[in-house]
């Protein structure tokens, strides 16, 4: 699958510092942007201007580069002293590099570290700042509308009205850019107040043309037109709830047939408000947490963990289809997380000293501290835990997201789009309590987090393609809906003979839209307000 573009990036990139190379002068530094894609081949994205005489450098051109949340977007900077007109920049002295990922940026805003030369070692003093801005405009209009008198079009009953927005292209046609909901037999409308980006309204030009019709709805297709009248967005921010700003709506056929004619109707804008909306990267460069919890499927249907056709064998290299999954997920999200310890927890096994069935047991055996130092840690801990617990059951998913939402619960006393979570649940099979877990899942729904279930193994997955709402809404067992789609479930089959970066792009596609749904509807700002600039 194609990824998504989340949205562009712009790069400011300055030094100081740097390694002097001209003799007489001080160096003419230049960065090039380099992009890695898949192995050790690196591609030239773009590169600054050279500023002259200067080892402090503040680069005015930035770099644009497009951000993808689902993939580790691997980058590298290097600074050159360039003097010479080629544009071959290996017979340049090299002044150092600095290699992270976009993630990494964008999770810090602003990053200012060491650059190093090709053989690792610090490039004197010099280091790189780069300061990661998001290119966009994130302003929505929010209208309340209503009509009064409108034309009647209906030989039984009124009209049944309805408003469409279109915006005027560079060519002159009209492109629809919003229609209202129609309200059945009635004359004096008043539809539901919606919201639609400034941009799709009118280009973001608070004097482009914006034509509004009004229509009586037929269910046969042949809507008829009542009239219809062209403002600005200039106009419309005007109204007010005490002074709406009102345009007669004009039928010109009518106009033209019908000596005393005045108008359809009136079409009356009660309200006209531009806000901002927040978008995922302000939450994450405004110092919003994501924090990744893993749980692993120990039941007895993975098979012995020492036969070759366990899930849960480790091969001659030391992986197999859990831990492809783990490193796949926590690649991604390790960088927006600042202290990348992850808690891991296994379930359906007889775990030590008494081997009693636990369906969350930390994978390090220390309740107090389940935490584990980055992937490699999680990784770790599995290959470490593996010997020490035998696979029992049952298949319980409840008892682990009712454990991570209760952390999630306690991040929402903060008020601040400061945390979120996101649950990854390896497993093998079918689910044994499927109410407990749509319960679960239900009241998860309602706190800032996020669950991806990859299912492993040749197992019938259907119960969890009915856990991912996409097909319809999730209900808990008493019939309670979820109030948001909150899972991303994936069998590893699909990806077996994919790149290792697929299976990520996949279940983590849909997790940007998910955090800014959940702080937007609880109207939560991020802790440092980049937006609010």
Request: glycine share 6%.
């Amino acid at each position: 699958m194609a990824a998504q573009c989340v949205t562009k990036v712009e790069l400011t990139i300055s030094c100081t510092n740097l390694l002097d190379k001209d003799v007489g002068s001080k160096s003419d530094p230049l960065c090039v942007l380099l992009q890695n894609i898949s192995g050790q081949q690196w591609y030239e994205v773009d590169r600054t201007e050279r500023v002259k005489n200067s080892l402090n450098p503040k680069f005015t051109k930035k770099f644009l580069i497009d951000y993808y949340f689902e993939l580790v977007q691997k980058l590298k900077f290097g600074i050159f002293d360039i003097d010479n007109k080629t544009f071959d920049l290996n017979d340049d002295d090299f002044l150092g590099e600095f290699e992270c990922t976009l993630g990494q940026i964008v999770s810090s805003r602003t990053l200012t570290k060491p650059l190093v030369l090709k053989n690792g070692r610090p490039a004197g003093r010099g280091s790189i700042t780069i300061t990661a801005e998001e290119v966009k405009d994130n302003r929505v209009v929010v209208l309340e509308v209503e009509a009064r008198k409108l034309d009647n079009k209906d030989f039984f009953g009124k009209s049944d009205p309805y408003l469409e927005f279109h915006k005027q292209t560079g060519d002159g046609n009209w492109v629809m850019v919003h229609r209202t909901e129609v309200i059945k037999n009635n004359l004096n409308p008043v539809w539901r107040p919606f919201k639609i980006s400034l941009n799709s309204l009118c280009y973001s030009d608070m004097d482009k043309s914006i034509k509004v019709e009004c229509y009586d709805y037929d269910s046969d297709g042949s809507h008829d037109l009542i009239g219809s009248f062209q403002t600005t967005m200039s106009k419309l921010k005007e109204a007010s709830r005490s002074s709406p700003v009102e345009f007669e709506c004009i039928n010109e056929k009518k106009r033209q047939k019908k000596k005393n004619y005045k108008n359809s109707g009136i079409v009356s804008i009660k309200h006209c408000e531009i806000i901002v909306e927040c978008t995922f990267l302000d939450y994450i460069m405004g110092g919003c947490q994501l924090n990744f919890t893993v749980g692993i499927d120990f039941t007895g249907s993975n098979g012995d963990p020492r036969s070759p056709d366990s899930l849960h064998y480790l091969s001659p290299n030391g992986v197999n289809e859990y831990l492809t999954a783990i490193w796949s997920v926590g690649l991604v999200i390790q960088d927006y997380d600042t202290d990348k310890m992850f808690p891991a927890f296994g379930f359906g096994a007889q775990i030590p000293p008494s081997f009693q069935v636990s369906h969350e047991f930390p994978l390090n055996f220390n309740p107090s501290n389940p935490f584990c130092n980055g992937v490699q840690g999680i990784v770790d801990a599995y290959r470490a835990c593996l010997p020490q617990v035998r696979l029992y059951g049952p298949t319980n998913f409840s008892p682990i997201i009712n454990h991570v939402a209760r952390f999630a619960a306690a991040a929402t006393q903060q008020q601040t789009a400061s945390q979120y979570f996101i649950l990854l649940i390896i497993t093998d099979g079918v689910i044994t309590d499927l109410d407990q877990t749509r319960t679960a899942i239900v009241n998860a729904s309602k706190l800032p987090m996020s669950i991806i279930i990859v299912g492993v193994g040749g197992a019938d997955f259907d119960a969890m393609e009915f856990l991912d709402g996409d097909d319809g809404v999730l209900r808990s067992s008493s019939g309670e809906p979820a109030v948001r789609d909150i899972v991303q479930f994936v069998p590893f089959r699909k990806f077996q003979n994919s790149p290792k970066e697929a299976l990520a792009q996949c279940v983590l596609a849909e997790v940007p839209q998910q955090v800014v749904n959940y702080f937007s509807t609880y109207k939560l700002q991020p802790p440092k307000n980049p937006a609010a600039k």
